[in-house]
């Protein structure tokens, strides 16, 4: 099995800053694309950030220049630095992987439970 598991949420004022981290672990072969979503109080979730095995990275347009994702294959982790936090980024937000585990051949997606961030104004 594999387990995703984020940490870092927490309460900030508006202009602050937050770093999420997610660890995987299991019995993971490799991971292909890793990425951050978030999903609000009555809307749907919404993809954050997401960044490639070799790198690339994609941005939801209300975050870019103000987020930054990463990632490290070797703790197979991915981050999210968060700076000048604003109230509408206060969601639960999600670590997601695409995971090849042993023994099996296909990439399968996997989420973490979520952590929550709520940005005061």
Do not use: H
Not at 41 to 67: H, M, W
Not at 68 to 93: C, G, H
């Amino acid at each position: 099995q594999v387990q995703l598991v984020e940490s870092g949420g927490g309460l900030v004022q508006a202009g602050g800053s937050l770093r999420l981290s997610c660890a995987a672990s299991g019995s993971i072969l490799s991971i292909n694309a890793m990425g951050w979503y978030r999903q609000a109080p009555g809307k749907q979730r919404e993809l954050v950030a997401a960044i490639t095995s070799g790198g690339s990275t994609n941005y939801a347009d209300s975050v870019k220049g103000r987020f930054t994702i990463s990632r490290d294959n070797a703790k197979n982790s991915v981050y999210l630095q968060m700076n000048s936090l604003e109230p509408e980024d206060t969601a639960v937000y999600y670590c997601n992987a695409e995971v090849k585990r042993r023994y099996y051949t296909n990439y399968v997606g996997y989420w973490g439970q979520g952590t929550q961030v709520t940005v005061s104004s």
